[in-house]
C-alpha cells in the first residue's frame, strides 16, 4: 500500500511597494505579470531591471527571490531573500520564504532556523508554523512536526493540509486512529481533498476496513482519474476482498501510469497467481526484481523454479 504524503511549501507573496521610482515601478509591474503568466525567467529579467534602478528596496529582492524558486534556482533566491533581510531584518516573510528555498537546496536544518526567527518575528503566522513542521518531518523529528502543526491549527482552524500532515506525522507515531481523525477533518473543510481520501483509505485497509477503504479509494479516483497511487491501493485492497480480476485491472493502470514501479508489477503477479496464472505471475515477478523490488525474488524461488 502506498500512502502520499502532503508536504507542500507555503511561499507567501508580498507585493506591496512604496519606495520605488516610477520606471522601476513599470518594471516590477511587469514582472508581477509575467509571474501571473507562469513565465518565471520573464519575471525574474524585470525584477532585475528594477533592482538596478531601485537597489535598496527589500520587496523588490523578496519578489525575485519567489520567481527564482518558481525557475528552481533556489540558491539565487536564498541570496535575495538575504539581501531583502539585509536590507530589513524584520522582515518575517523574507524568513519563511529563505527556510523554503533552504529546504529545496538540501538544507532543512537551516531551513528551521528560518522558520524560527519568521515565528519570533510573527507569532501569528500560520504558514510559518507549517513549513516548519514539514522541515521537521523531513528530519524524521516526528514529535516536534505535530507541535508545530498543531501550532499552525491552533492560528488557522481551517487549516487543512495541516491536518493532512499532521495525520501523516501521527501514522508515523503508529497513531493510525489520531490520523484517520485528521484526514477525516481535512475532507470535512475540503471535500475534494484527493490525498486525505487516499491517506484515510490506506489506513482503513490497515485496520481491516477494506469496505471503508474501498470508498475512500473509489472517491480519490472519481476526484481525479489520473490519480495513480489510489489504483494502487484500490488494487491492493480488491486482493484483500479476493477480487483478484479487479486487482489486475487497477494494477494494470497503475503500471501504465508509473511503468517503473516495481511494487506494483509485484503484487500484480501475485493476483495473477491467486487466478492460476502462473507464467504470468512469474513474468510480473521478473519485472518487479529487475526493477528492484526485494520481496520479488523470494517468490520467484518459491514458485517460479
Request: proline share 2%.
Amino acid at each position: 500500500m502506498k500512502k502520499l504524503l502532503l508536504i507542500i511549501l507555503l511561499i507567501v507573496f508580498v507585493f506591496n511597494v512604496n519606495s520605488q521610482t516610477n520606471e522601476a515601478k513599470t518594471f516590477f509591474n511587469s514582472g508581477q505579470e509575467k509571474y501571473s503568466q507562469g513565465d518565471f525567467k520573464g519575471a525574474i529579467d524585470e525584477f532585475s531591471q528594477a533592482i538596478f534602478l531601485s537597489p535598496n528596496d527589500a520587496i523588490i529582492y523578496y519578489n525575485r527571490g519567489i520567481a527564482k524558486v518558481r525557475y528552481g534556482d533556489y540558491y539565487g533566491a536564498i541570496r535575495d531573500y538575504s539581501k531583502a533581510i539585509e536590507i530589513n531584518p524584520n522582515f518575517g516573510e523574507a524568513y519563511n520564504n529563505r527556510g523554503i528555498a533552504k529546504g529545496l537546496a538540501g538544507d532543512r536544518k537551516g531551513s528551521v532556523k528560518d522558520y524560527m526567527k519568521s515565528i519570533k518575528l510573527n507569532p501569528e503566522f500560520a504558514k510559518a508554523y507549517y513549513n516548519k513542521g514539514n522541515a521537521e518531518y523531513a528530519l524524521r523529528k516526528i514529535s516536534k512536526a505535530i507541535d508545530s502543526y498543531n501550532q499552525a491549527i491552533k492560528l488557522k482552524m481551517d487549516y487543512a493540509e495541516a491536518y493532512v500532515n499532521r495525520g501523516n506525522a501521527k501514522l508515523e507515531l503508529k497513531d493510525r486512529h489520531g490520523a484517520i481523525a485528521d484526514w477525516s477533518r481535512a475532507i470535512e473543510l475540503n471535500p475534494k481533498f484527493i490525498i486525505a481520501y487516499n491517506n484515510r483509505g490506506y489506513v482503513k485497509s490497515e485496520l481491516g476496513d477494506t469496505l471503508g477503504a474501498m470508498e475512500d479509494f473509489n472517491k480519490a479516483i472519481e476526484l481525479n482519474s489520473l490519480f495513480v497511487d489510489a489504483y494502487f491501493n484500490r488494487g491492493i485492497t480488491r486482493m484483500k476482498l479476493g477480487q483478484n480480476k479487479e486487482a489486475i485491472e487497477d494494477l494494470n493502470k497503475s503500471i501504465d501510469f508509473n511503468p517503473m514501479d516495481g511494487e506494483a508489477y509485484f503484487y500484480r503477479g501475485e493476483a495473477k497467481h491467486n487466478m492460476g496464472d502462473r507464467s504470468g505471475a512469474c513474468s510480473d515477478w521478473a519485472k518487479s526484481n529487475e526493477l528492484r523490488y526485494n520481496n520479488a525474488i523470494l517468490l520467484i524461488n518459491k514458485h517460479c523454479k
